[in-house]
């Protein structure tokens, strides 16, 4: 249990353009899911906070127009990186929580996205 | 602001040769601590939480142990596919979200 899918794995896009990528909750409901990106040899940063059916909460130095997030539904939630620059390559990696006192985060496999 | 150091960054062991990695936290209002364990190019892998000092977690060959200061991973007699990077990140007060530590690499040698 507790499957989190992750599409497309990894992608290349030119410069300028825009590029999405979905996280889903494969076996549970997520009311909130999260999005990280993570750097060669760092550890995970926090992006956003998105709860389904509202506005996302950024973390500060995010830019909320570059990263745009919807979470439409309890089991998915997209990440749209616009305007796509060299510097915005990276690994994004989401999770999404399980609901309660005891929540968990569930990570997905990763999306590795480079910038031409 | 939440802390999470993790120590040693890398750890070298040879198979069987057991260990402990080590995870200390600042945090405000503790509702949970997670051990995590990513592979190269992979998303990071759910393996323990802690919620209140004093409890242990065993999985396998590892055992996770929790006080008012600093989480523990024990790795007992380890193999080699067990080489990974172990995160540790603490959840604090009403909100969700995970703040991480820089992860510690462990290599086993066959």
């Known amino acids: 249990g507790a499957v989190v899918s992750q599409h497309p794995s990894r992608v290349i896009c030119k410069s300028g353009t825009s590029v999405k990528i979905e996280c889903r909750s494969l076996?549970?409901?997520?009311?909130?899911m999260f999005w990280y990106r993570q750097f060669p040899k760092q550890s995970l940063m926090l992006m956003a906070t998105s709860n389904e059916g509202s506005k996302a909460t950024y973390e500060q130095g995010v830019e909320k127009d570059k990263f745009l997030i919807n979470h439409a539904s309890l089991t998915l939630s997209t990440l749209t990186v616009t305007s796509a620059h060299p510097e915005d390559s990276s690994f994004y990696i989401c999770?999404?929580?399980?609901?309660?006192?005891?929540?968990?985060?569930?990570f997905g496999p990763g999306t590795r996205l480079t910038v031409l | 602001e939440d802390q999470v150091t993790q120590s040693p960054e890398a750890l070298r062991l040879q198979e069987g040769e057991s260990s402990s990695l080590n995870c200390s936290y600042t945090v405000s209002g503790l509702r949970g601590l997670f051990w995590y364990r990513q592979d190269p190019g992979k998303g990071p892998e759910f393996l323990f939480t802690?919620?209140?000092a004093g409890e242990e977690k065993e999985k396998e060959r590892l055992k996770a142990t929790l006080t008012k200061k600093e989480s523990f991973l024990h790795i007992t007699a380890p193999k080699p596919e067990d080489s990974a990077t172990y995160l540790c990140a603490v959840q604090a007060g009403a909100n969700s979200k995970l703040t991480f530590g820089k992860g510690i690499t462990l290599s086993v040698r066959p």
């Open positions: 076996d549970f409901q997520a009311t909130t």
């Open positions: 802690l919620y209140s």
């Open positions: 999770s999404a929580g399980t609901s309660g006192p005891q929540d968990t985060q569930y």
